[in-house]
């Protein structure tokens, strides 16, 4: 993990801490284990037993982190965002577990679900696992885990897109009594409903420019698709771009409440237009990848098996719940609450906005120090820090002590 968070890649790792004395000291090792004791644990680090309890070791830091972040913090519109999506990891033929899926090639199959800033719960997929699959495996524990301790259940607002737009993974949302915002494009009968609208329900909502759109429209309507165990509201959007004649059409599937979204539907123009702006926070989700696929260069697996790429991902995952509880909670502002504005009102104070976990390592970790031990002390001297650098990582270290 220490390894990972100083910028290095993959089962090298270990070596980084290896030709480093003052990050073993710190880290209380007499030496780090070389790349190929690394790769040899990753068997057993991916097994179903050490796995699983991975998993909960490190769901126990999630749920801590969470249970001390502000409400302001964590939520969006009044929902905690639990957001699930999948990723397609560099893969071949020759690599355990790969799946062909096609316009896209060979590839792992990797499954994240989100709550917050926090990867709740995780899995790579074997060979004839699907994503939908993978989601709805990991989907209860999430729930059992993380949102019914922190009591959060309640407040939580699923995120999906279209691909989970169906039943199997709508049942087993709803059977969680989660509240769901998910595309429904992947379904054939969305498109053919909207288009039988009536135009006396759709109603305006303007041209937007920056969408290149020169007039669009929302309704609401119900849509019922063979297999399911009853209809399911849908909320349609329509919209014509700049010298188009012709509707385009998009849906998505809901059951959240009106009562739930009274403010924001007062704000925003409506229902309809307070759902979509719900799902139009998905794509400010799907931004979280970057920590991981970027940051972490998790989409290139290191290893040929499943089991170690299984193992490896276990401990990529501990490194960017750790790095991320650093950011959430040190970075906050010492003053909480509220604050009075000069004419004496009352203002929320904002949201801090994420920092991106490559610059977090840069700025934080992986400072230029001397370190020194005497008496079972380690002493650490920052070298070359501006002021601002300084006050930075002394707020961080304040922070994160307090908690």
Not at 244 to 262: I, S
């Given at each position: 993990m220490a390894g990972l968070l100083s910028g290095s890649r993959g089962t090298y790792a270990t070596e980084e801490i290896r030709q480093d004395d003052g990050a073993q000291r710190l880290l209380g090792l007499d030496v780090a284990p070389e790349e190929a004791t690394f790769w040899r644990s990753l068997a057993g680090l991916g097994g179903m037993e050490v796995g699983a309890a991975l998993e909960a070791g490190r769901r126990g830091w999630v749920r801590g982190a969470l249970s001390r972040l502000r409400r302001s913090e964590l939520e969006y519109e009044g929902f905690v965002p639990v957001f699930g999506d999948g990723s397609l990891l560099e893969g071949s033929e020759k690599r355990e577990g790969t799946t062909y899926v096609k316009s896209k090639g060979w590839g792992l199959r990797w499954t994240t679900v989100f709550v917050g800033p926090f990867v709740a719960g995780h899995r790579l997929a074997g060979p004839r696992e699907g994503e939908h699959a993978s989601l709805r495996r990991l989907l209860p524990g999430v729930v059992r885990e993380v949102l019914k301790p922190l009591r959060l259940v309640e407040r939580a607002l699923v995120l999906v897109d279209s691909l989970h737009g169906n039943g199997p993974t709508l049942d087993e949302v709803e059977g969680e009594g989660l509240l769901y915002v998910a595309g429904a494009n992947k379904l054939q009968q969305t498109e053919a409903t909207l288009v039988a609208q009536p135009e006396a329900v759709w109603a305006d909502s303007g041209a937007r420019p920056e969408l290149g759109w020169s007039e669009s429209g929302v309704c609401t309507c119900w849509l019922e698709c063979a297999g399911w165990c009853g209809k399911r509201l849908l909320v349609g959007r329509r919209w014509k771009k700049d010298?188009?004649?012709?509707?385009?059409?998009?849906?998505?599937?809901?059951?959240?409440?009106?009562?739930?979204?009274?403010s924001l539907s007062r704000r925003v123009g409506g229902y309809a237009q307070a759902i979509w702006r719900l799902y139009d926070h998905k794509a400010g989700r799907e931004d979280l990848y970057k920590d991981l696929l970027v940051d972490l260069d998790l989409h290139h697996p290191p290893c040929r098996e499943l089991r170690r790429n299984r193992g490896f991902y276990a401990l990529a995952v501990l490194a960017h719940t750790l790095a991320r509880a650093v950011d959430a909670l040190g970075g906050r502002s010492p003053q909480r609450g509220r604050t009075r504005r000069q004419d004496g009102a009352l203002r929320q104070r904002p949201t801090p906005r994420r920092m991106r976990l490559w610059r977090l390592c840069r700025r934080l970790l992986t400072l230029p120090a001397v370190v020194t031990t005497h008496a079972r002390t380690a002493t650490v001297k920052l070298l070359g820090l501006s002021a601002p650098l300084r006050q930075e990582f002394s707020l961080y270290w304040l922070n994160v002590c307090r908690c």
């Open positions: 010298g188009e004649f012709v509707w385009n059409h998009a849906g998505v599937l809901t059951n959240v409440p009106e009562e739930r979204v009274e």
